[in-house]
């Protein structure tokens, strides 16, 4: 049914004088304020000012960053679709699709965290279903600041209840993430979400618009004040103001987004869809501006048939609005009437606000008025693009294992590392969403990967998110590198075929030239990985200015990966099975202390340079892991990542309820071989009567392999005289988070 608000004519209020200073509040630089003048050959009106200010902002321009993303590999045989749409799209076989993307809600997160959160996860969904794939999981990647800070435990409470709340509401399963500590964060929380969802590989939707004199369709929610300058906010750093923001923070409705999807998959399915596109940042400017300009056509929207829910709205409220669960489409004239009857029935707004043209123009008119009159390519192409400076991060020096004094005996190491916010288990997080709707999670969150299964048949998707932001801050090619390799191995050890990524961009402040070297020395890495590993990066976003009192966050490149495996059942988890399996190590152990926990968390040193990533090693040694998986050889699979051997192997005896005796290695000091963080590594568990040959095999094919020892027992002993029971075990690394959300730690 279509609604408006009647009388919003009356008593409207004069649109201010637009000034230098004026363009300056909404975010614009001098200098861009001058090219606006320029292009246009006159002063912009205030709604033309909201308008450029929109789109021209670091969120949606990328005007500080695309010069380098351009650098990216971004296509393979399986790509469908690469960046530039809504989300990306690889083909996973058989006629089906995957579609994913990951994108940030940091600053709405921070200021309201239940709502900011919640409408970054329906944000995420709208970018998947709009091109016509159902939602099948979501993921997320949250950064939190130093937990004796006092904001922190009112924001995890606030984020983790807004993504249940979003998620479990509209009915997609949660199934994996990553959640991490740190004061660098204390002013700037992260939170990024990543929604995945299947479509028919010849049936995706674009947001190109075609054909001249088609009508524009506004659909989904009314339109309100909340989210007016969203994405000018996320444009920007925070100062002492940011609870003032507040009311650019968007409300978002789960169920209206749910009724929203199923009436956009009925509508898909009539061929009455030329082109559709989400209302995300900028609202209703960037989304009819982007389907024009990638139409090479004109838009022209009448916005007194918008739906609003507040009376008064004038143009410049309307089109800066972001509002949640709206949807712009173009439509086929001819099925316009059943395209509304469809709507109708799902109790949706549905309204002709606009039609397509061939003049390259972006006209919008208000009361009989014509608000905006501006070049619709410009808007987007002629954004100002800025090669900034950058310089590279400084070379830490390498830490000597010899020279790390330990605290500790290893085994009291290892409880303690258990129970440290970045490592303890995040069951209390998880357990708030729903991880089994939908009822094809295969693998439920806390292993390597999350699976889940494709519909009916055995084939899955393996899904994740990491990265790990000390190693990126110490040295941002390394850490870029390793952020795609871990990626690549949590996807490989439960024995998927890692296939695409996406990626979530976290930044400080570009203008500051070492933050703009930690950007270009991360996607420096983040390239050479997902080159080497055929990993290309199909969708992301960006996000910069994340900095609070003149200090930015440490770089944080979030990556999400989706990986294929072609029969669920033979997919590895990391607890381990049996009594009795040999334990072994593939990959080779150097006993790397520098930027690891060990040293950050026991040791109270921050420093050194993080491990290197031979990305030939990587491949190498995931290749031959994945086949010891797929063949049933391994019983139990999990890669080797922050905490080291003993870490991992504590949460492969806690996830299968046995012990194990294992040894160390020759010629390290038992610090450095248990809790060193080199890369490329797995633990595998094998029955022991295949254990001569894997190691047989892997020689052969150049991995490295090491025997630790065997499963068995209700302890962890690593070597004489270092043993722990599980339960100890498990009382750490379950015992941390509940305590803190509880206040009484």
């Keep these: 049914m279509t609604s408006t608000v009647e009388n919003r004519d009356a008593h409207a209020t004069a649109e201010p004088e637009v000034t230098p200073e004026l363009a300056v509040a909404h ?13 246009i050959g006159r002063v912009p009106s205030f709604t033309e000012l909201g308008i450029f200010s929109a789109m021209w902002n670091e969120h949606c321009s990328y005007k500080s960053s695309r010069l380098h993303l351009r650098k990216l590999p971004t296509k393979a045989p399986w790509v469908i679709q690469g960046p530039g749409e809504n989300a990306g799209v690889i083909d996973v076989g058989d006629g089906e699709a995957c579609v994913f993307k990951m994108e940030s809600h940091n600053h709405p997160s921070f200021i309201e965290p239940f709502q900011g959160a919640a409408t970054g996860v329906g944000g995420i969904l709208r970018d998947v279903f709009t091109m ?48 991490c500590f740190d004061p660098g964060y204390d002013g700037n929380i992260l939170v990024n979400a990543m929604a995945v969802g299947v479509a028919r590989a010849d049936e995706i939707f674009y ?41 650019t923070v968007q409300v978002g409705d789960p169920f ?109 008119k208000h009361r009989g008025e014509v608000k905006a009159d501006l070049p619709i390519k410009e808007l987007g192409d002629a954004a100002p693009l800025y090669d900034r400076p950058h310089v590279p991060t400084p070379k830490p020096a390498v830490v000597d294992p010899a020279s790390v004094a330990p605290p500790c005996p290893d085994d009291a190491a290892l409880v303690r590392l258990l129970a440290t916010p970045d490592l303890c288990s995040k069951r209390w997080i998880y357990e708030q969403y729903d991880h089994l709707i939908l009822g094809n999670t295969v693998i439920r969150p806390g292993a390597d990967a999350a699976l889940v299964r ?19 801050a110490a040295d ?15 996807i490989t050890a439960v024995g998927a ?58 770089p944080t490149p979030a990556i999400g990966g989706v990986g294929v495996i072609g029969d669920v059942s033979k997919a590895a988890t990391p607890g381990f099975k049996a009594q009795g399996d040999v334990i072994l190590v593939i990959g080779e152990t150097k006993g790397w202390l520098g930027q690891s926990v060990y040293l950050r968390d026991l040791c109270k040193r921050a420093e050194g340079a993080p491990p290197p990533v031979d990305l030939a090693a990587e491949r190498r040694n995931g290749d031959f892991v994945r086949g010891l998986v797929l063949s049933g050889t391994a019983r139990a699979a999990h890669d080797v990542s922050d905490g080291g051997l003993a870490v991992a192997l504590a949460e492969m005896a806690l996830a299968g309820g046995i012990g194990a005796r294992v040894s160390p290695g020759p010629g390290l000091p038992s610090r450095a071989f248990w809790f060193g963080e080199d890369q490329a590594r797995y633990i595998v568990a094998v029955a022991a009567s295949a254990a001569s040959r894997v190691e047989k095999e892997a020689r052969a094919a150049g991995v490295p392999i090491l025997r630790l020892g065997e499963t068995g027992g209700t302890a962890l002993t690593l070597g004489d005289g270092c043993s722990i029971v599980l339960e100890d075990l498990r009382a750490a690394f379950e015992g941390w988070l509940p305590s803190f959300m509880a206040g009484t730690i």
């Excluded at 975010?27 to 292009?39: H, M, N, T, V």
């Excluded at 929610?221 to 002492?240: L, Q, W, Y």
């Excluded at 918008?306 to 709205?313: D, I, Q, S, V």
């Design 132 to 179: 016509g794939a159902r939602p099948v999981a979501c993921l997320n990647l949250l950064r939190f600041g130093a937990p004796e800070h006092p904001k922190t435990r009112h924001l995890v409470s606030g984020v983790v209840a807004g993504i249940g709340s979003y998620g479990n509401s509209f009915g997609v399963p949660t199934v994996g993430g990553s959640t």
């Design 27 to 39: 975010g614009l630089k001098p200098d861009e304020y001058e090219r606006i003048l320029a292009l």
């Design 256 to 364: 209206t987004e749910k009724l929203l999807l199923e009436a956009c998959l009925e509508l898909m399915a009539t061929g009455a869809v030329i082109a559709i596109q989400d209302m995300g940042a900028a609202g209703l400017t960037s989304s009819a501006v982007e389907m024009g300009a990638k139409g090479d056509l004109g838009i022209e929207l009448d916005l007194d048939a918008t739906p609003c829910r507040e009376p008064g709205m004038s143009a410049y409220e309307m089109l800066l609005s972001e509002s949640q669960e709206r949807m712009l489409m173009v439509l086929d004239p001819g099925k316009a009437e059943a395209a509304k009857a469809a709507f109708v029935k799902w109790g949706l707004d549905f309204a002709v606000i606009g039609r397509t043209t061939d003049t390259l123009r972006f006209v919008v």
């Design 454 to 472: 494709l519909g009916d048949g055995p084939k899955g998707l393996a899904l994740t998110t990491d990265v790990t932001a000390r190693y990126c």
């Design 207 to 247: 947001a190109k618009a075609t054909g001249v004199g088609n009508p524009i369709v506004y659909l989904g929610s009314k339109t309100g004040r909340d989210g007016i300058h969203g994405a000018t906010m996320a444009s920007a750093s925070f100062e002492a103001d940011a609870e003032e923001k507040r009311p």
């Design 497 to 554: 075929q890692p296939r695409a990524v996406t990626d979530n961009l976290n930044f400080g402040n570009p203008e500051r030239p070492e933050t703009m070297g930690q950007f270009v020395g991360c996607l420096d890495g983040i390239g050479q990985a997902c080159r080497a590993l055929e990993f290309p990066i199909v969708s992301g976003n960006v996000s910069l200015y994340n900095e609070s009192a003149g200090k930015g966050i440490p």
């Design 476 to 490: 941002p090619v390394e850490g870029g590198k390793q952020a795609v390799a871990e990626a690549w191995r949590n």
